[in-house]
């Protein structure tokens, strides 16, 4: 499991998850990068990703949903805020209706991905942050910090398969 470490701060709205890879930042920062390689660790693996749009540029979008185990889906986007490859990367991170659009009852996540290479590894902080307490709280009881600790161990498997390490 690459998380090292999980904390949640009420203080400041934000809840960080920290894991450890095998592999140096460029091509830990494909995670992110290449959709296909996204839609094998976004998500907890009863709840895999498919992504229907990733226009990765400052100001672009990404759709998504999420398919449960009973064939539910939870569908989702993203607005990319910074893009610095490939060491930092920021989106908004919300929920979406059905037609993708996004759901405004409750506000988007801010997401702060940082990767950062620490002696033949690198270390990825993804830190999340809430607009209120309540929706920090929310979250958290809808599963967001065990299924992003489940979403990261997905991680290392994909890292290791040659066939997935591209140039984007």
């Given at each position: 499991m690459p998380v090292i470490s999980s904390t949640k701060s009420p203080e400041d709205l934000t809840l960080t998850i920290t894991a450890e890879f095998a592999a140096d930042p460029a091509r830990v920062w494909q995670l992110w990068a290449d959709p296909r390689q996204l839609e094998r660790w976004w998500g907890p693996p009863t709840w895999p990703a498919t992504f229907t749009r990733h226009d990765f540029v400052v100001g672009g979008k990404a759709g998504y949903f999420m398919t449960g185990p009973a064939g539910e889906k939870a569908p989702g986007w993203w607005r990319f805020l910074v893009i610095e490859e490939p060491s930092r990367l920021e989106f908004e991170d919300g929920f979406a209706d059905d037609d993708g659009e996004p759901d405004t009852s409750m506000g988007p996540a801010g997401i702060?991905?940082?990767?950062?290479?620490?002696?033949?590894?690198?270390?990825?902080?993804?830190?999340?942050?809430?607009?209120?307490?309540?929706?920090?709280?929310?979250?958290?009881?809808?599963?967001?910090?065990?299924?992003?600790?489940?979403?990261?161990?997905?991680?290392?498997?994909?890292?290791?398969?040659?066939?997935?390490?591209?140039?984007?």
């Open positions: 702060l991905v940082r990767i950062e290479e620490s002696a033949e590894r690198s270390t990825m902080t993804i830190v999340s942050s809430f607009e209120s307490v309540e929706a920090m709280d929310k979250m958290i009881e809808m599963g967001m910090e065990e299924g992003m600790k489940l979403a990261l161990g997905q991680a290392d498997a994909i890292l290791a398969d040659s066939t997935l390490a591209t140039t984007l």
